[in-house]
């Protein structure tokens, strides 16, 4: 294999005339650099990732931090994040929460973890984190982007979709066919876009008529494992509901798959709406409707910032990441209100 000292030999330079070239910086007479550039291609000369490192004085690797390396919402995420950092010559190193400590310390371990190894930015989703631990960072804080939370302090660094909205169109949806009975299946209580959503759903309820207290509202972890059982829950409440709302895909699935168990018809006796839209909900049985979240655009926006600040590119970046609902089989006009009509 080729070396840079092999390219400076062939083009009758020194090294540190072909190394400019290779790395583009620093000045070289026009035709010294097109003798470079003609040894490059005849020796097929490709800089290994360490001598890439050297030339530009960057790692060219982007850190990623989820808290949780499973289940079918971060997988995507990873796979944009991948995509959009080979487009433009990176690479990234993923680091997610394990350990003995809480959330917050996990996420804390693994952006040292990250920095450590010499990446050039971070991508962080995580929750738990507060915004002291990002001061805490020092310059690196300048080169990291946040998804799915936000800082006053950092604003730009941002991304975030309006989760108000998701939950207030959750809400709307279900009113839209009649709906008059309701239960919710939340996230954690410590997940600020859990509750933001889930306040948004009850408060446009409210408005509607129809108070909080009429609505059976049990907590879970975001899991299948956590929707089945609160399914469950549910359906030996004594509660009567018609539509069940879930702060996530997963949950959902997790109930349709207690309810089609349990003998409980859906949609028939009990629309089931999601939210986020990720991949399994278009393979559940049945087909899960759901509170579209625009993660991927989302996501390659966050990525899209961090290029430009870590490397001077100059990629366009939006902000805006409007809620929409994608309508599968899961929900349809209450059951009372489906035979008044017909």
């Known amino acids: 294999m080729a070396t840079i000292k092999d390219v400076a030999r062939l083009a009758g330079v020194g090294v540190g005339t072909a190394s400019r070239v290779v790395s583009g910086k620093g000045s070289v007479a026009l035709a010294t650099a097109e003798r470079v550039r003609k040894a490059i291609q005849t020796l097929d000369f490709r800089p290994s990732h360490a001598a890439r490192t050297l030339l530009s004085g960057t790692s060219q690797m982007i850190g990623v931090y989820i808290p949780v390396l499973k289940g079918t919402f971060y997988t995507p995420i990873l796979g944009a994040i991948d995509t959009e950092l080979r487009n433009a010559g990176r690479h990234m190193v993923v680091a997610f929460g394990c350990g003995d400590g809480d959330a917050r310390q996990q996420a804390i371990e693994g952006l040292e973890f990250l920095i450590e190894r010499g990446c050039d930015g971070l991508v962080v989703m995580s929750n738990a984190l507060h915004e002291e631990d990002i001061r805490a960072l020092g310059p690196k804080q300048n080169s990291l982007v946040l998804l799915n939370h936000h800082f006053d302090g950092m604003a730009e660094q941002c991304f975030m979709s309006n989760h108000a ?6 809400a709307k949806t279900l009113l839209k066919m009649q709906h008059r009975k309701f239960a919710v299946i939340a996230g954690p ?6 509750v933001t959503r889930v306040d948004a759903f009850l408060a446009e309820l409210a408005r509607s008529g129809i108070a909080a207290n009429q609505v059976v509202t049990l907590q879970s972890d975001f899991s299948p494992e956590g ?9 030996s409440s004594g509660h009567e509901f018609t539509a069940l709302f879930c702060a996530n895909d997963e949950m959902a699935i997790g109930a349709l798959a207690y309810f089609q168990q349990a003998g409980i018809s859906v949609p028939g006796a009990v629309s089931v709406l999601g939210y986020d839209d990720t991949p399994s909900a278009e393979y559940s049985a049945p087909q899960l409707t759901t509170v579209h979240i ?3 655009l989302m996501t390659l926006n966050g990525v899209r910032w961090l290029l ?3 490397y001077g590119e100059t990629l366009e970046v939006v902000r805006e990441f409007p809620a ?13 209100e489906a035979s008044a009509r017909a």
Do not use: K
Not at 227 to 235: D, E, K
Not at 324 to 336: H, K, L, Y
């Open 165 to 170: 909205q998701g939950g207030e169109l959750a």
């Open 189 to 194: 209580a410590d997940a600020p876009d859990n």
């Open 227 to 235: 929707g089945w059982a609160c399914a469950r829950s549910l359906a």
């Open 294 to 296: 625009p993660w991927r």
């Open 308 to 310: 430009n600040r870590c």
């Open 324 to 336: 929409s609902v994608t309508w599968r089989a899961s929900v349809v006009i209450a059951p009372g």
